[in-house]
């Protein structure tokens, strides 16, 4: 995994591998016949890669303990090898010395799970395994190198008819689950390496052989026009997406049993709706900031309403058009889960253009001066005409409501006190569409209807104001 790293890391190098007396380093590793990596672990760069074709591809590396041995359970062997085979696009079996019958028993889980999704999909679900045989001692009957190793797994894959009809079923699965199947045979690092307690990883004390065979291996695995695009059901996966699959695999391994394939198949399908709900939603986000968001001036309402309902439509139809698993009836709640989700981001969208109105800004205090200022008068007029518990009433009115004024106007200068801040711009809102709007609208309607029966009479012209022109 290390030697990955510093490919990834210095790919443009001819001498990739670094110096020789440099110590290996990235991953956690140490020799001896206990294993140090326990579960799964991701390196914490992703490593973007231009492909051939001209496309930008982020490559994850992952690294898991040792599986199927001593130190593992069956369910915690079965649970890594899993996960990590169906979230991969190239899965690499790391085996010693050879490829046992029992190194393709534990691949029979999956190919249950492949020959289930393959009746859902009819493509094959999982893409590239590569069967990594270290330490090979038999160079003489099959080269180190990818030529040897495929032609060693040609005859280890074989079926013929004196096998048993259930290793006959794991080879043929094993072909019809994956895409892709090839071998590598690569030496043993030599004595230096397994019996020095010490040993840090320097190139000097490995055999050239293996150096040799490493520099091989290394690019052929990771070369840009070696990479596959991790693929499910035919849709090329995201970064979100692969959260999505992340998720909805481990939610199944968490029980005590080992899950069905049926399960497995349940939750690929689960997982591969909610990546087309992600990818739709962040297609409609996107193309909103685009509209109305950031520095974006203000939007009329009707216009971002009629924006909103072109681009809900633009992220339904994209996401109907992604190939998805589980049918029509499995995906209709994943749709309806879409649309409420884009409902969502609507109302936080129209809050911050509303933000960018003037007036949407200014209605708290503008309200509040309105109340002063109507409270004043009446307080006034009341008090003249000796009502002075009325005028007594809208004097603490407009005290109370002067307090209130200054009170937000601290809040928002300050940023203290953002909840009481929120509650006086709800009363204010409140207020002003409740009472104050309508009183407005009421006085503008009864000027209309004044001016409509009484229509302004033109003046007439004085008595003798007219000369004839002589």
């Not at 004097?395 to 601290?410: K, P, R």
Request: hydrophobic share 40%.
């Amino acid at each position: 995994m290390d030697f990955m790293l510093r490919y990834m890391y210095n790919k443009e190098a001819v001498d990739w591998v670094g110096d020789y007396n440099e110590p290996l380093t990235g991953f956690s590793w140490r020799g001896g016949s206990e294993r140090e990596t326990t579960g799964i672990q991701i390196w914490s760069e992703v490593f973007l890669v231009d492909k051939p074709d001209g496309k930008k591809v982020a490559v994850l590396l992952m690294d898991t303990q040792g599986t199927f041995d001593s130190q593992s359970t069956l369910r915690d062997s079965a649970t890594v090898f899993a996960l990590s085979t169906m979230i991969s696009s190239i899965q690499v079996y790391n085996l010693s010395q050879n490829v046992q019958e029992d190194d393709l028993q534990h691949l029979q889980l999956f190919t249950e799970y492949g020959r289930l999704a393959m009746e859902e999909t009819f493509l094959k679900p999982f893409q590239s395994l590569i069967f990594l045989v270290r330490d090979w001692s038999f160079p003489y009957e099959f080269s180190y190198g990818s030529d040897g190793g495929a032609r060693f797994l040609e005859k280890r894959l074989k079926v013929s008819g004196n096998q048993h009809e259930e290793l006959q079923n794991v080879r043929k699965h094993i072909h019809s689950c994956f895409t892709k199947i090839s071998c590598f045979l690569l030496p043993h690092p030599g004595l230096k390496v397994a019996t020095n307690p010490n040993f840090d990883g320097k190139l000097k004390e490995i055999d050239d052989e293996f150096i040799k065979n490493l520099k091989i291996l290394i690019p052929w695995l990771l070369s840009p026009e070696s990479l596959d695009v991790k693929e499910i059901n035919g849709n090329h996966i995201t970064c979100r997406g692969l959260v999505e699959y992340f998720k909805a695999y481990i939610k199944i391994y968490q029980g005590e049993e080992l899950p069905h394939p049926k399960s497995m198949l349940q939750a690929t399908a689960e997982a591969n709706n909610l990546a087309a709900v992600a990818t739709a939603k962040d297609t409609y986000s996107r193309r909103m900031e685009e509209v109305c968001g950031g520095d974006k001036p203000f939007l009329a309402p009707s216009d971002l309403q009629t924006k909103h309902m072109e681009l809900k439509e633009e992220a339904v139809k994209l996401f109907r058009g992604v190939k998805k698993m589980g049918g029509e009836e499995f995906s209709r709640r994943y749709l309806q889960q879409l649309e409420n989700e884009i409902d969502e981001l609507y109302i936080q969208y129209i809050k911050h253009n509303d933000s960018k109105n003037i007036f949407h800004a200014a209605r708290t205090p503008a309200t509040l001066f309105v109340v002063i200022f109507i409270t004043y008068v009446i307080a006034g007029v009341t008090g003249f005409i000796g009502l002075d518990i009325i005028a007594s009433l809208c004097n603490m009115i407009m005290g109370l409501t002067l307090i209130t004024l200054c009170t937000w106007a601290y809040i928002r200068y300050s940023g203290e006190y953002r909840e009481l801040g929120a509650v006086i711009d709800q009363v204010a809102a409140a207020l002003w569409d409740q009472a104050l709007y309508k009183l407005y609208s009421a006085a503008a309607t009864h000027r209309h209807l004044y001016h409509h029966a009484f229509p302004a009479q033109k003046a007439e012209p004085a008595e003798g104001s007219e000369r004839k022109k002589v």
